[in-house]
Each structure stands twice: as C-alpha cells, then as structure tokens.
C-alpha cells in the first residue's frame, strides 16, 4: 500500500520564475492538503482539494494555485516565485469515509535563489 | 487569535529515560489534537491523536495526555530510544466542519544521548 509520493524531491528556481509541484494521496484518499514549512518551522496550511476543488485556503497569496485530478492526485503551482518562498512543501492526504488521520508526503524541498 | 505553541524547543534525554513533550493550545474551538514525528529530511510522521472529549490516550510506547482547563497537551514517550530522536510537532484539527485543516506548533527537537 503505497503512501504519500510527492516529486520532485528537491528544486532549484530563480526568482520570477514558476513552479509545479506534484503529489499522489495514499491509496483511498480522497482529499489532499499542501502546506509549507519553512526551516526551523512547523507546516502552514496552503489549501485542500477535494472532488478536484478547492475547499479550504490559507493565508497565501494567489501566486499559490492547486488542481486536483479525476483519480485524487494534486499540483501546487508557485508563480513569481520570491526568495521567501523557499521552503519544504508537504503534501498530506485522507479519506473522507474513514479517519480524519491525515498523512504526510517526504515533501519537495524548493530553494529559490 | 489561535495559536498551538510548545513550551521548549529542545530537550536532551537519556537512552532509556522516559520523555515528555508539552504544548499549549490558545483556541478552545478543536474537534482534536494530534501529535507528529519529523525526522531530518522526511515529511510528519502520525504518532497518535486525541479527541477533544478524552483526557488520555495511550499508544505503543507513546501516552498523550490532554488538560482542557488548563489548555496543555503532552506527549510522554516511555524508554526513549536513539530512533526517538527527531522534531516533534503538536497539531490542531478543527474537524470537518473547517475540512479538517491542521494548525502546527513551532516544533520540539528531542535529542537522544547514549
């Protein structure tokens, strides 16, 4: 039983320029969640997907976009990217007819130089 | 405004010892809590959760205790092992109602000294 996947694992950007982010929920989730974690910091909430909409949002800007797909996998798109905006970015996942246990992606270590 | 803060950012602890973790949470309004384990460059880790209607719940080798009138949450990690040592974050979840968005602490560092 595969758990969270995310990739890249790590990226390199410059600033101004644009990024997308992938993640696959564990299997039998439905709903998928991306947060940011600077160093030395717990994880912000960005926004959740679910049946391929936004339900919840965070205090970002809207240079952070999402998309959920048809088969529950999710983009994190990053536009202008700003040095601030380097940061671990962490995927979690659940199901919506179980728990409310979210799990956790090994995250995509974004620098923005 | 909310808050989940923990009261230490890093504790040293014998191989063997028991460790206890803290935190205070400032918004009454949580469905539940739950306690995260994050390693060096891996993503939260589930350790175990505890509804807002329960005062202790205990898991393997792990209790979380939860104190509502005084707004404080602990992790008790019994005969602590060099595998233990990790960031531990304690989270708040508002349910379903607020899609069950997480709100985090700062995070506690535990070392493991042989």
């Known amino acids: 039983d595969a758990g969270v996947t995310q990739s890249p694992t790590h990226l390199i950007k410059t600033r101004g320029q644009q990024v997308t982010l992938r993640c696959s929920p564990k299997?039998?989730?439905?709903?998928v969640s991306w947060y940011q974690q600077a160093l030395g910091q717990g994880p912000q909430f960005i926004f959740q997907y679910y049946e391929e909409e936004e339900r919840q949002r965070g205090n970002f800007p809207d240079r952070f976009s999402g998309h959920q797909f048809p088969n529950y996998s999710s983009e994190l798109n990053v536009n202008a990217l700003l040095l601030g905006d380097s940061a671990l970015y962490l995927c979690?996942?659940?199901?919506?007819?179980?728990?409310?246990?979210?799990?956790f992606g090994p995250g995509t270590r974004l620098t923005v130089l | 405004g909310e808050s989940v803060g923990l009261h230490l950012p890093t504790l040293s602890v014998q191989e063997g010892d028991n460790s206890i973790i803290n935190c205070a949470y400032s918004?009454?309004?949580?469905?539940?809590f739950i306690w995260y384990k994050q390693e060096s460059g891996k993503g939260p880790q589930f350790i175990i959760d505890?509804?807002?209607?329960?005062d202790k719940r205990q898991g393997q080798r792990v209790t979380v205790l939860l104190n509502k009138t005084v707004k404080h949450l602990s992790l008790q990690i019994a005969a602590t092992q060099p595998g233990d040592s990790a960031v531990y974050f304690c989270?708040?979840?508002?349910?379903?109602?607020?899609?069950?968005?997480?709100?985090f602490g700062g995070g506690t560092r535990v070392l493991v000294k042989p």
């Open positions: 299997s039998g989730h439905d709903t």
């Open positions: 505890i509804r807002s209607n329960m």
């Open positions: 918004n009454s309004a949580s469905d539940y």
């Open positions: 989270a708040e979840n508002k349910g379903k109602a607020a899609g069950n968005k997480l709100t």
């Open positions: 979690a996942s659940y199901g919506t007819g179980g728990t409310d246990t979210q799990y």
